[in-house]
């Protein structure tokens, strides 16, 4: 992160370039992308999107983030506790996740420890393997280079976007967490 001053990038709206099939089209010497074009403010092709952090990220990463620390690999450090906390597993990283959201296949089938799926029925397996990889992928991806990597810091637009996934994937344990309560309050 760049503390509070924001990078080039932060005010620069998503630009509408070619389609893949568009370059395809092109002869190969024509490949190279176009320089990025900024629409107009209050154009169809600009939007910005607004949300609230899960409280348990915010309450992780607001004060290291205004800082300009990184609030990032603390955020989900806290998605890594979480599962292990609803788990009981005392793994970390990709390991965990693929230990708690996945599957065992093989007679007899086991279930994932936890689900943090909306689907039911026909989808349900494709979305928790879904979800699964997500929380593999957010582990090795975003949570690894912060904790092992070098001390690099994000920009703060790309920052911001991590901390919202951080933030979808501990809503997405809450799912998890209500049945937990269910079950402890009994019938």
Not at 60 to 77: I, M
Not at 91 to 103: D, F, P
Not at 162 to 181: P, T
Request: a negative charge; proline letters at 8%; one cysteine or more.
């Amino acid at each position: 992160m760049l503390g509070p001053q924001r990078a080039e990038a932060d005010n620069r709206p998503f630009a509408k370039g070619r389609t893949v099939h568009e370059y395809f089209a092109l002869p190969v010497q024509a490949v190279t992308p176009p320089a990025p074009v900024t629409p107009a403010a209050g154009s169809p092709e600009t939007m910005s999107v607004t949300c609230d952090l899960h409280p348990l990220i915010a309450k992780v990463a607001a004060e290291r983030f205004n800082s300009g620390l990184d609030a990032v690999a603390l955020a989900f450090q806290e998605v890594e506790h979480r599962v292990q906390t609803l788990t009981g597993v005392n793994e970390i990283g990709e390991k965990l996740m693929g230990i708690a959201l996945g599957a065992k296949s093989g007679p007899p089938r086991v279930a994932p420890q936890i689900t943090v799926t909306w689907s039911t029925g026909g989808s349900l397996e494709s979305e928790q393997n879904g979800m699964q990889f997500l929380f593999k992928g957010a582990m090795g991806a975003l949570r690894n280079p912060r904790m092992h990597g070098p001390d690099a810091k994000d920009a703060r637009d790309e920052a911001e976007e991590m901390l919202v996934i951080a933030s979808f994937l501990m809503r997405r344990l809450d799912i998890e967490d209500d049945k937990h309560k269910a079950a402890a309050s009994g019938p």
